[in-house]
């Protein structure tokens, strides 16, 4: 049985292929996955991304709960109402998600996680629980949207005047990038997954019905899975189970950087198997590639670097570069080209350092 | 609901064959197929004077979704392909049984033809 999204018959009602992702039935494009990926470069494109799993963490164990569950350190935010991207991690330092934990008050914060691991995050956020005063509340039910694009700021702040109110527009439009609002218990927060400006926002069913067709109603190109995969490749953000998934650590999937090992007190989960292999010289390396012959690069694809072999862990086809491009994990190493094996053929690459396009800018070399 | 000209024959593989008058046969993909897979980005067609016996692997079409192989529909040589798709494989998109033509091949037994489906069994298959 696949679970539907309030918008469902929204988006039956625009034409949309809908597809199976992760048990929920969702839209992977209204007629054209490219159309919509130029639409959220170029203007605003807005996505529903309601599957996304929702817990809510309160209680006045919620601050140290959660930096004994999470690889990033939550007092980064400081005082900050904000997001913090973080892997959560088995004590064997593999990543069980990726996610993004808000902080709304000292003692409340919502944890943002995918759709395919809802289960075993569930159950090992119950399992660290424990040691700690702290509830946990998962959220059904609910309208997350993303709204992206260099108008996205501007439609949805309109919108939300229309919607909710004056207030929130105003508190929506004065957001600084990564920071939230909990303006009138909605949250929304500047961010999103696409490489532009914008925002998402977490709304009860009745209002995100309201929100997502007003935004169409202005003019907001209606996007689905497919736009959101190529859009959130060429800005060179990890999709959990593609680019990283529980058989790595986020050492070995380009993540390092989410890892907060100050300060050494701190015991995260899986902290100690990570410094078991923090500095280990056979750390594969996380880079972008650039076909340069015929084909299209595609996950599993094995690759051919001077320095040994490496695997395509996402691939497709880049709208804004025209060109197909793909993460991969690679041997460590100096070198810029390699080959990737398409159909028993060795296909040249070029090895590039992500994103390949942010803010509707080209920023690699694609010749 | 897609395209089917009743003119042509067809594969359970979702392609297309036309008889011209001299016998070639002419290959693509149908209109029902081009929808399923979503915007084209890359087609692989095979070399002229390739020989393919039906069902081997003679063509290769990429959508943003993934790749898909291209069967031959009966056995034959490849005389021609359609050269515009590899700069264009939207053409396929925008006219799956014109522009977006993807090879040319002369039949080795040109009964065979008369084995693939017509677009009344072509439609009942995809309404299975």
Redesign the interface.
């Given at each position: 049985m696949s679970q539907a999204t309030p918008l469902r018959d929204a988006h039956r009602a625009l034409g949309a292929?809908m597809v199976d992702f992760a048990g929920w039935e969702l839209p992977?494009?209204y007629g054209?996955?490219?159309s919509e990926h130029h639409a959220a470069r170029a203007a605003a494109g807005v996505f529903d991304v309601s599957h996304l799993a929702l817990t809510e963490v309160s209680g006045r164990g919620a601050r140290a709960f959660l930096r004994r569950l999470l690889a990033n350190d939550i007092d980064r935010l400081g005082e900050r109402m904000a997001g913090l991207y973080t892997c959560m991690l088995e004590e064997s330092g593999c990543v069980l998600d990726d996610l993004i934990a808000y902080r709304l008050a000292n003692d409340h914060y919502r944890v943002v996680s995918n759709a395919a691991t809802a289960e075993p995050v569930r159950a090992q956020m119950r399992g660290v629980a424990r040691a700690f005063p702290v509830r946990l509340q998962a959220q059904e039910g609910h309208v997350t949207l993303a709204v992206q694009g260099p108008q996205a700021m501007e439609l949805g702040t309109a919108v939300a005047g229309s919607v909710i109110g004056p207030r929130y527009a105003a508190a929506l439009a004065a957001l600084k990038t990564f920071n939230a609002t909990n303006e009138q218990g909605i949250l929304s927060a500047r961010t999103g997954y696409t490489g532009e400006d914008g925002f998402e926002i977490y709304l009860d069913a009745a209002m995100g019905r309201a929100f997502w067709q007003a935004l169409i109603d202005a003019g907001a190109a209606p996007c689905g899975l497919?736009a959101r995969d190529?859009l959130r490749m060429e800005a060179g953000l990890s999709l959990y189970g593609q680019d990283m998934d529980a058989t790595v650590t986020p050492l070995h999937c380009g993540l390092k950087w989410t890892v907060a090992m100050d300060p050494p007190q701190r015991n995260f989960v899986g902290r100690r198997a990570l410094e078991a292999v923090w500095e280990d010289p056979q750390l594969p390396s996380c880079r972008g590639l650039v076909l340069k012959g015929?084909?299209?690069l595609?996950a599993g694809q094995q690759v051919l670097t001077p320095y040994g072999e490496g695997m395509v862990t996402s691939g497709?086809?880049s709208p804004t570069m025209s060109a197909?491009i793909g993460l991969a994990r690679l041997p460590k190493g100096r070198y810029a080209e390699c080959e990737v094996e398409i159909?028993g053929a060795g296909v040249p690459c070029a090895v590039v350092k992500p994103p390949f396009v942010r803010r509707n800018r080209i920023l690699v070399d694609s010749e | 609901m897609s395209e089917i000209p009743t003119e042509l024959k067809f594969t359970s593989e979702h392609e297309w064959v036309r008889v011209e008058d001299d016998g070639a046969v002419v290959v693509g993909i149908t209109d029902y197929a081009q929808e399923q897979l979503g915007d084209l980005v890359f087609v692989e067609t095979p070399e002229a004077g390739a020989s393919f016996v039906a069902g081997d692997v003679c063509a290769v079409v990429e959508s943003v979704k993934a790749a898909s192989d291209i069967y031959a529909p009966v056995a034959g040589a490849v005389v021609s392909v359609n050269e515009a798709l590899q700069d264009s494989p939207e053409l396929i998109s925008d006219d799956p049984y014109g522009a977006g033509w993807l090879f040319r091949m002369t039949p080795e037994d040109p009964a065979e033809w008369e084995d693939l489906l017509d677009s009344d069994q072509y439609g009942e298959l995809l309404e299975s």
């Amino acid at each position: 049985m696949s679970q539907a999204t309030p918008l469902r018959d929204a988006h039956r009602a625009l034409g949309a292929r809908m597809v199976d992702f992760a048990g929920w039935e969702l839209p992977l494009h209204y007629g054209s996955q490219v159309s919509e990926h130029h639409a959220a470069r170029a203007a605003a494109g807005v996505f529903d991304v309601s599957h996304l799993a929702l817990t809510e963490v309160s209680g006045r164990g919620a601050r140290a709960f959660l930096r004994r569950l999470l690889a990033n350190d939550i007092d980064r935010l400081g005082e900050r109402m904000a997001g913090l991207y973080t892997c959560m991690l088995e004590e064997s330092g593999c990543v069980l998600d990726d996610l993004i934990a808000y902080r709304l008050a000292n003692d409340h914060y919502r944890v943002v996680s995918n759709a395919a691991t809802a289960e075993p995050v569930r159950a090992q956020m119950r399992g660290v629980a424990r040691a700690f005063p702290v509830r946990l509340q998962a959220q059904e039910g609910h309208v997350t949207l993303a709204v992206q694009g260099p108008q996205a700021m501007e439609l949805g702040t309109a919108v939300a005047g229309s919607v909710i109110g004056p207030r929130y527009a105003a508190a929506l439009a004065a957001l600084k990038t990564f920071n939230a609002t909990n303006e009138q218990g909605i949250l929304s927060a500047r961010t999103g997954y696409t490489g532009e400006d914008g925002f998402e926002i977490y709304l009860d069913a009745a209002m995100g019905r309201a929100f997502w067709q007003a935004l169409i109603d202005a003019g907001a190109a209606p996007c689905g899975l497919g736009a959101r995969d190529t859009l959130r490749m060429e800005a060179g953000l990890s999709l959990y189970g593609q680019d990283m998934d529980a058989t790595v650590t986020p050492l070995h999937c380009g993540l390092k950087w989410t890892v907060a090992m100050d300060p050494p007190q701190r015991n995260f989960v899986g902290r100690r198997a990570l410094e078991a292999v923090w500095e280990d010289p056979q750390l594969p390396s996380c880079r972008g590639l650039v076909l340069k012959g015929r084909g299209i690069l595609r996950a599993g694809q094995q690759v051919l670097t001077p320095y040994g072999e490496g695997m395509v862990t996402s691939g497709g086809y880049s709208p804004t570069m025209s060109a197909s491009i793909g993460l991969a994990r690679l041997p460590k190493g100096r070198y810029a080209e390699c080959e990737v094996e398409i159909r028993g053929a060795g296909v040249p690459c070029a090895v590039v350092k992500p994103p390949f396009v942010r803010r509707n800018r080209i920023l690699v070399d694609s010749e | 609901m897609s395209e089917i000209p009743t003119e042509l024959k067809f594969t359970s593989e979702h392609e297309w064959v036309r008889v011209e008058d001299d016998g070639a046969v002419v290959v693509g993909i149908t209109d029902y197929a081009q929808e399923q897979l979503g915007d084209l980005v890359f087609v692989e067609t095979p070399e002229a004077g390739a020989s393919f016996v039906a069902g081997d692997v003679c063509a290769v079409v990429e959508s943003v979704k993934a790749a898909s192989d291209i069967y031959a529909p009966v056995a034959g040589a490849v005389v021609s392909v359609n050269e515009a798709l590899q700069d264009s494989p939207e053409l396929i998109s925008d006219d799956p049984y014109g522009a977006g033509w993807l090879f040319r091949m002369t039949p080795e037994d040109p009964a065979e033809w008369e084995d693939l489906l017509d677009s009344d069994q072509y439609g009942e298959l995809l309404e299975s």
